[in-house]
């Protein structure tokens, strides 16, 4: 899961058609990587390249900025990708109706988060293991709960 936060409005495709996606919000994506995870993330923290996910659509955005991401080692693959969805969704909205869960028909994969730990909560409630979990410097701007993201996440660890 990537958590960010937009300083500027940004308009991306869902299956319902463009949705405006609001500045000052926290945004929490769900999606797997398969074997892939060290590859996904980079692709999600570096410079933009070609729009392959709906996802891309907001990373390669100059106005979002990564607060943190969580991830879980091991079980994955769509039925993995959607209990986690869904459990990050009984405390969250969906932010654009069926943005990046094209292939699901299961949950969301796009919500507005209250603070930028829901993710980790969620990762932790899955029960497939410890997550683990990256913090960026925009979480102390960005979350209003960035104290406990650090205590949940401990010591940055590399997927």
């Known amino acids: 899961m990537l958590v960010g936060g937009l300083m500027s409005p940004v308009y991306v495709p869902s299956r319902g058609g463009v949705v405006k996606l609001e500045a000052g919000r926290l945004y929490a994506y769900v999606g797997s990587a398969g074997r892939g995870l060290r590859a996904r993330l980079s692709r999600h923290l570096e410079a933009p390249g070609r729009l392959r996910w709906h996802i891309d659509n907001l990373t390669f955005s100059r106005f979002f900025v990564v607060v943190s991401i969580t991830w879980v080692v091991g079980p994955w693959g769509h039925p993995w990708e959607d209990k986690l969805a869904l459990l990050l969704g009984r405390n969250a909205e969906p932010a654009a109706p069926g ?9 969301e994969r796009l919500y507005f988060v ?3 730990s829901d993710a980790v909560k969620a990762a932790r409630a899955l029960g497939a293991g410890e997550p683990g979990c990256l913090v960026f410097a925009g979480a102390a701007l960005l979350c209003p709960d960035w104290p406990e993201l650090l205590d949940l996440c401990g010591s940055p660890r590399a997927p």
């Open 99 to 107: 943005f990046g869960a094209s292939d699901s028909l299961e949950g």
């Open 114 to 116: 209250e603070a930028c």
